[in-house]
Each structure stands twice: as C-alpha cells, then as structure tokens.
C-alpha cells in the first residue's frame, strides 16, 4: 500500500533559484498538508488542502512560498526566490477527512539545503 | 494558541531500563492527541491517537496515556531498536485543521 510520495527527496540549490518540491497524497485522502521542520523550530504547519482547495496557508512564511493542488492526487510546495533561511526538510501529508481527530500520515520528506 | 511542550529533550536508557516521556498540551478543545515516531531521516511514522482523559493504548514495548493537561509515553523494558524521536501532537477543535506538534524527545536506548 503506497503511502505519501514526495520529490525530490533531496535537493541543494543556489541562493536566488526556484525551487519545487511535489507530492503524491494517499489514494482516497481528500486533505493534504505540507509542514516544515528544522532543528529550531520542530515541525510547522504551512497550509493545507481539503478537496484541493487552500483552506488555510497562514503558516506560509512569506509571500516567496506558494502551493497548489491542481488535482485529487498532487501537490506542489514552490519557493521562489530561495534563500539560506529555507533550508529545512519539508513534509507533505495526507489523511481523511481535514484531520478532525483522524490520523494524518507523513511522507519521507525533501531535504533542501540552500547555498 | 495550540502549545505542546514534550520533556525531557533527550534521554539515555539502558536496554531493559523502562522510563516514560511527557507532553503538556494548551488547546481549546482537544479532537485528538497524537504520538508519532521519527528516526533519522524518514517522516514520522504514527503511532497512537487518544481523544479524552483517562484513554490509555498499547503497542508493543509502548502505551500511551492522557489527562486532562498532558499524556505519557511509557516505554517498558525498552530495547535499541526503540531509539527515534517521539513527538507528540494536538488536533483542537479551535485552531487549523492540521496537528501541532512538540519538538519532541530524542530517545537513545544503549544494549
């Protein structure tokens, strides 16, 4: 049974470039999140989806980050410009019914470094 | 505000030396309270989810509790293949739809 997908699972890139990271929820999950985690600051919420729509993105640091979910089954985190302060691994996520109590489940995350 | 607080930050145990791990929450109406498992380099893995005070569950060498203020993670006689990182979460009825998480307990287990 596949669970959450994402890619790249790593990726270095220079100060100033875009940067894209994708991610394939669970077949049948109709909410989907993307967190960010770092040492300082643990796991953050930076918006989710339910039924594709953006219900809350005020997790979002800054203007430069922007997400999509074109479809049931994908999702794009986009920073652009990139900066040092980025670098962090970022999570997509996925359950069943907005959470509410039920179980929300990880992917293996895309490691960025920012140079 | 959802806050999580989870001490201690890391812990040494010995191979069989049983122990337990804690998270004080703040939320306006707890949905649900979720303990997850990290190892390096992967996303976390779910553990439990316990909804009111007085809820225990078990798996394995692992159970987890719940009060009104906070849940432990009991770790009976535990062995190395338990070291991770545990964190634990909140789902409350008044803040975003996603979890807030603690910054978790880095658990070491030495055979």
């Known amino acids: 049974d596949a669970g959450v997908i994402q890619s790249p699972r790593h990726e270095v890139t220079e100060m100033g470039q875009e940067v894209t990271l994708r991610c394939k929820p669970i077949s049948g999950h109709n909410s989907l999140f993307w967190y960010r985690q770092t040492m300082m600051r643990g796991l953050e919420l930076l918006i989710y989806?339910?039924?594709?729509?953006?219900?809350?993105d005020s997790g979002m640091p800054e203007d430069r980050f922007s997400a999509k979910m074109p479809n049931a089954s994908f999702s794009t985190l986009k920073i652009q410009p990139s900066e040092p302060r980025d670098s962090a691994v970022y999570f997509c996520a996925s359950s069943l019914f907005g959470g509410g109590g039920n179980t929300i489940y990880f992917g293996e995350g895309s490691w960025l470094t920012v140079v | 505000e959802d806050q999580v607080t989870q001490s201690p930050e890391a812990l040494r145990l010995q191979e069989g030396e049983s122990s337990s791990l804690n998270c004080s929450y703040t939320v306006s109406g707890l949905r649900g309270l979720f303990w997850y498992r990290q190892d390096p380099g992967k996303g976390p893995e779910f553990l439990f989810t316990?909804?009111?005070a007085g809820e225990e569950k078990e798996k394995e060498r692992l159970k987890a509790t719940l009060t009104k203020k906070e849940s432990f993670l009991h770790i009976t006689a535990p062995k190395p293949e338990d070291s991770a990182t545990y964190l634990c979460?909140?789902?409350?009825?008044?803040?975003?739809?996603?979890?807030?998480f603690g910054k978790g307990t880095h658990l070491i287990i030495q055979p």
């Open positions: 316990l909804y009111s």
């Open positions: 989806f339910n039924n594709n729509v953006p219900i809350d």
């Open positions: 979460a909140v789902h409350s009825g008044g803040g975003a739809d996603g979890l807030t």
